[in-house]
């Protein structure tokens, strides 16, 4: 016998939970791999499950129980329920905990579903893979390419005991490109990476001839003198940076906890008067729209900074139960380091899309500006940063010099320090060159090309 | 055993010149506790098949959570399907290194089974541990401790027919203890784990590890910025051992190698560091964080000479890139599960000790830093680049510890780092660790002894 979440939820709620929640994703993804300029292997999967919650009830306040399993047969889901509500017992009562997301009306369901992406077959990602190998090596002094393509679709369902039920179905469509070049001694290293719920294999094909691109101008780096740079930052290491700092430090669980240093900033100038920040759920084909959480609570646009100010912190269903505001439907399931399907995981918090807004004028009007500067694709090291200070030290990852608005060498190595929000007052130009880019599942970052202003480099 | 069995025989009746089949089924629990309130306890119960196919020197790869008959025979067929479109193009075949298949059964030496275990009683260890680093000092502002185990039972099937039956067992805690007065916060992290039962708990002294996290993040509040630029560092065991691996292991993979994403690319023989560098990937390492009697390819691993006196002697390699280096394979293919493909792995990577003990290394040292710890690292294995935070730093005045550092980072290129290497102790110390690479996280042992590095970059803030 096979459990459902109907089932599952009144398994637990005979097994003593107060009330009870089934969170389960089932995802098919089939992905290629690309090595030595050539397309290596292709990989198919499927990965189901459930995460199973329970909360029980004590004199005062509650406690919650976690367990999940990729068997459905009723032996594993009882087990997992009794593991669940003896944890639940175990736990300290926890006086702020009230209840799991009440019913609330669902929002609408944006554009992240393409039904060309289930009716992909393995030879249609071979064939993309090919076009990208051949844009990637038109440059002779192209040594190395790899990269990858993936495309996938699911299902995200969850259902509660008190009464919330839902489903929705996305795809997703993405792949990177990293080319490495060769000539008279100097290498030089180049990537890009594209995702989108939607499948857009022309886009991928542009990667690759970006990545070859950037490879080649990589070739004969310079070093650069320590000193102030303006810093030009693309999206990737925007995302990266942002990931490992802001968005940890606008998660409500961790400011109540006093660890963030946004803690009390709400309605404070954090950030320049040119940074407005939203989190949108409902951008058509980005990859973190969705209509509810993954507590069930729905979503919905809101500015986290307006115009420099804090506006919010994100909320999931507990967070906001606790300071007694509205739920900003940001539960979330991940990590931050490596990989875990989401029904393994218990609810956290983050953003949907973070979408940075819009300067005017492109990536080259926005490079023109700067005097003194760098272009940064990448950090290496992001997620070394200390959260609670704010307080960064990286390694940057494909620079090129700007000198009077012009990109004149490729710099070989250098390291910036800073700090988290104090650098969002440095932001002083933004292109219009939106982008998105993944943060981790279900999260994307949409933002131009950004330029901060005066960061210390060390070479 | 009978599932993975099965799969290899679907994909050797659909035409396949090799197949194997992993199936897992594993129990784990992860607890994370802030100071006394429980944040995270999530007992999993995972199962899955992971399916690896290849034809005419095309590989295909297929993976389900569902091990129902259809499900089973869907994978496989996507497997095979992906393998043979791929085929079509491939201009250089894969191919395995030939190797004697093995039947054997492995058992870990296990007291007192993770899964017998009631959860209660890992709690109880959690909130112990953290009660020990919170009682040290009054600045002790928060204290994370993250209590992980798993067990259960893997079986690896091949069309050579090799067949492996295992039962895993692991454990592990960790401990960050954050200090703060005023506007100044440390951070120490401290972890350790092993591979064997719940008894492996008494063994790593949770309590010990707890009162030293939060004592060294104390300390750091005392620390004040470190000026950037090159100076004589010495290294404790874990930020070498961090070293030995992000710089050293992964240029030392073989796949790096054989796609030039490796700056140790054609140096086999060559001089790579000075004499006094020695180095070794050991599969073998007893009851090591990485350590396998077999490989997730089923080959037999072994300890691997990596660098011997500076010279490079060795890769590390799994069956494709044994065959088409034309050595002989090491055993160094892991896959973090059934759902992931088995790809070039370190085990445990060290570097061995030297003669001398760390107030010899301190000696003569003018003007230098001493770097504790690490908060992370990235390398660039194609350029040779690396840059590492460290926990703790202190400075070295004329041959003397004097003033903590904080948030101090190491950086440089890897080659000229190994010949920079002009000491190392006597106090050999190995380290666990989790290792990321194509999207998969394996467990790693990191080692080393105190070492010092002439001439090494520096950076604060």
Not at chain 2, 82 to 94: I, Q
Request: with cysteine; glycine share 10%.
């Amino acid at each position: 016998m096979s459990e459902t979440l109907d089932s599952a939820i009144k398994r637990c709620i005979r097994l003593g939970a107060t009330q009870a929640e089934v969170f389960k994703t089932d995802e098919v993804g089939m992905n290629i791999v690309i090595e030595k300029k050539q397309v290596k292997l292709g990989q198919v999967k499927r990965d189901r499950g459930m995460g199973i919650r329970v909360l029980v009830k004590k004199d005062e306040g509650a406690s919650t129980g976690f367990s999940y399993v990729t068997d459905f047969s009723r032996t594993t889901v009882t087990e997992a329920v009794e593991k669940a509500v003896t944890t639940a017992k175990v736990k300290r009562a926890d006086k702020d905990l009230k209840s799991f997301q009440e019913k609330a009306r669902t929002s609408k369901v944006a554009n992240i579903f393409d039904k060309r992406i289930p009716r992909t077959d393995p030879s249609d990602l071979i064939e993309i893979g090919r076009s990208m190998l051949e844009e990637a090596c038109k440059d002779s002094r192209v040594s190395t390419v790899s990269g990858s393509v993936h495309a996938g679709f699911g299902e995200t369902s969850i259902a509660n005991s008190l009464g919330i039920s839902g489903s929705y179905k996305s795809t997703a469509f993405d792949g990177h490109m990293y080319v490495v070049t060769e000539s008279g001694g100097s290498v030089g290293v180049g990537w890009e990476t594209h995702s989108s719920t939607h499948y857009e294999s022309e886009k991928l094909v542009a990667v690759a001839g970006y990545a070859a691109e950037t490879a080649v101008r990589q070739l004969n780096p310079r070093p650069l003198e320590p000193g102030t740079y303006d810093v030009v930052v693309d999206q990737d290491g925007l995302a990266d940076l942002f990931m490992n700092t802001l968005v940890q430090q606008v998660r409500a669980d961790l400011a109540q906890r006093n660890q963030s240093p946004l803690t009390g900033k709400i309605g404070s100038e954090i950030a320049s008067g040119n940074v407005t920040l939203m989190d949108d759920p409902t951008v058509p084909k980005a990859l973190g729209s969705k209509p509810f959480d993954s507590e069930g609570c729905p979503t919905r646009q809101r500015p986290i900074v307006e115009r420099g100010i804090l506006r919010t912190f994100l909320h999931n269903s507990y967070t906001a139960n606790k300071e007694g505001i509205e739920n900003t439907g940001n539960s979330m399931r991940y990590i931050m380091f490596g990989t875990r399907s989401e029904y393994a995981l218990e609810p956290i918090i983050g953003p949907h899309n973070l979408v940075l807004k819009p300067g005017k004028g492109g990536r080259d009007d926005l490079i023109r500006e700067v005097r003194n500067g760098i272009l940064v694709r990448g950090f290496i090291g992001a997620h070394t940063s200390n959260v609670q200070s704010g307080d960064f030290s990286l390694a940057l990852d494909c620079v090129f010099r700007i000198e009077n608005g012009n990109l004149t060498f490729p710099v070989k190595q250098a390291m910036i320090g800073g700090n988290m929000p104090g650098i969002l007052g440095q932001i002083r130009l933004a292109a219009a060159n939106t982008r998105q880019v993944t943060m981790g599942p279900g999260m994307a970052l949409i933002s131009p090309t950004i330029m901060i202003e005066k960061l210390t480099v060390a070479a | 055993m009978r599932i993975a069995e099965k799969a290899v025989s679907l994909c050797e009746r659909l035409g396949a010149d090799y197949a194997d089949a992993r199936v897992e089924r594993t129990y784990s629990t992860d607890i994370r506790l802030m100071k006394d309130t429980f944040d995270q306890v999530a007992s999993g119960a995972d199962q899955g098949l992971g399916i690896r196919v290849l034809y005419r020197g095309a590989w295909g790869f297929g993976s389900s959570t569902s091990l129902g008959l259809s499900d089973v025979s869907r994978t496989v067929r996507g497997a095979f399907k992906a393998a043979k479109a791929t085929a079509r193009h491939t201009k250089e075949k894969a191919r395995l290194a030939e190797i004697s298949p093995v039947k054997d059964v492995v058992r870990a030496t296990v007291k007192d089974p993770m899964e017998s275990v009631p959860i209660n009683r890992k709690m109880k260890l959690a909130l112990q541990t953290s009660e020990e680093a919170t009682k040290v000092d009054k600045r002790i502002a928060s204290v994370t401790v993250t209590y992980s185990d798993s067990s259960g039972e893997t079986c690896l099937a091949t069309s050579e027919g090799a067949r492996l039956t295992g039962r895993p067992s692991r454990g592990s805690i960790v401990i960050v203890a954050v200090a703060r007065e005023g506007a100044k916060v440390g951070t120490i992290r401290e972890r350790n784990g092993m591979q064997a039962g719940f008894e492996l708990f008494e063994r790593i002294d949770p309590l010990g590890l707890a009162r030293r996290a939060a004592e060294k993040a104390v300390k750091l509040l005392r620390a004040v910025p470190v000026p950037s630029g090159r100076f004589t560092v010495i290294a404790d065991q874990k930020l070498a051992g961090v070293f030995a691996h992000e710089a050293v292991g992964h240029a030392s993979e073989a796949d790096h190698v054989i796609t030039g994403e490796s700056v140790l690319k054609d140096k086999v023989g060559k001089r790579v560091g000075s004499d006094l560098v020695t180095m070794y990937d050991d599969s073998t390492y007893p009851d090591g964080w990485g350590s396998s009697q077999y490989d997730s390819e089923g080959v037999p691993t072994k300890k691997r000479l990596i660098i011997e006196k500076g010279f490079l002697r060795g890769y590390i390699l799994n069956r494709e890139t044994a065959a088409e280096l034309n050595l002989d394979p090491n055993g160094g293919a892991r896959a973090q599960s059934f759902a992931y493909r088995p790809v070039v792995r370190m085990s445990n990577t060290y570097l061995t000790a030297g003669g001398h003990s760390f107030e010899e290394l301190l000696e003569g040292v003018d003007s230098g830093v001493y770097l504790k710890g690490s908060r992370g690292g990235q390398v660039d294995t194609t350029k040779g680049t690396f840059q590492f935070s460290a926990e703790e730093g202190v400075l070295i005045e004329k041959g003397q510890l004097t003033k903590p550092l904080s948030d101090v980072s190491l950086s440089g290129l890897t080659l000229e780092t190994l010949v920079n290497i002009d000491g190392l102790a006597n106090d050999f110390q190995i380290n666990i660790g989790l290792c990321g690479k194509a999207g998969q996280v394996v467990a790693t042992g990191m080692g080393s002894p105190h070492i010092r590095i002439k001439n090494a970059v520096v950076g604060g803030k």
